[in-house]
Every structure is written in C-alpha cells, then in structure tokens.
Nanobody
Framework: QVQLEESGGGLVQAGGSLRLSCKASGIIFSLNVMGWYRQAPGKQRELVGIITDGGVLTYTDSVKGRFTISRDNAKRTVYLQMNSLKPEDTGVYYC?????????WGQGTQVTVSS
C-alpha cells in the first residue's frame, strides 16, 4: 500500500518560514519524481515544484527564490522549505510521487499565512 504522509503545515505570519515533509512508503522512492502542489480556496491545484529522481529541480515562478525542494532517499522523504511566506501562499499543500504510469498523492497539509 502506497502512503505519502505530509507534515509541517501550520499558521505563520507573512515573512515567516515553514518546512514541509513528506515521507513515502510502498514505492521505490529513489526512482520517483517527487512534487509539491498546492490548492488555495476556490482555486485549482497548482504545481509548486518538483525534484526528479536525478535531483533536477523545477519551480513555479511565484515561488522561485523563496522555496526549496530537497529529497533524502535514505529517509524516503521529500522536503519543501518555504521562506519569505506571503498570504497568497495560503492553501493545502500536497505531496506527489510519480513514476509513470503510476501517480500518487498525499492527503495534504494546511498552510496559512497571515498578513
């Protein structure tokens, strides 16, 4: 059974930082592209960024320079370090694991940034 368990969400003031973690089980973690997505109230889920199995990073423009994704294959965990948070970063953050054709999602963790 595949599980992606996110943690680290919470309430933070604008300008603050949070680090999200996503621990995977039931997959060959090192072979998966790991991603972070978010969904704000009333909006569609959007990509935050991904890290490939080879360590290549891609970020959406709105988080470049503020967010950093990393992975620890030994711990089967992917991280999202979020700095200089803005109210518009508020939403539910989801972890994703992809190794085509398989695609898995975590249950999400809430991030709320107050102004």
């Amino acid at each position: 059974q595949v599980q992606l368990e996110e943690s680290g969400g919470g309430l933070v003031q604008a300008g603050g930082s949070l680090r999200l973690s996503c621990k995977a089980s039931g997959i060959i973690f090192s072979l998966n592209v790991m991603g972070w997505y978010r969904q704000a109230p009333g909006k569609q889920r959007e990509l935050v960024g991904i890290i490939t199995d080879g360590g290549v990073l891609t970020y959406t423009d709105s988080v470049k320079g503020r967010f950093t994704i990393s992975r620890d294959n030994a711990k089967r965990t992917v991280y999202l370090q979020m700095n200089s948070l803005k109210p518009e970063d508020t939403g539910v953050y989801y972890c994703n694991a992809q190794r085509l054709p398989r695609n898995y999602w975590g249950q999400g963790t809430q991030v709320t940034v107050s102004s």
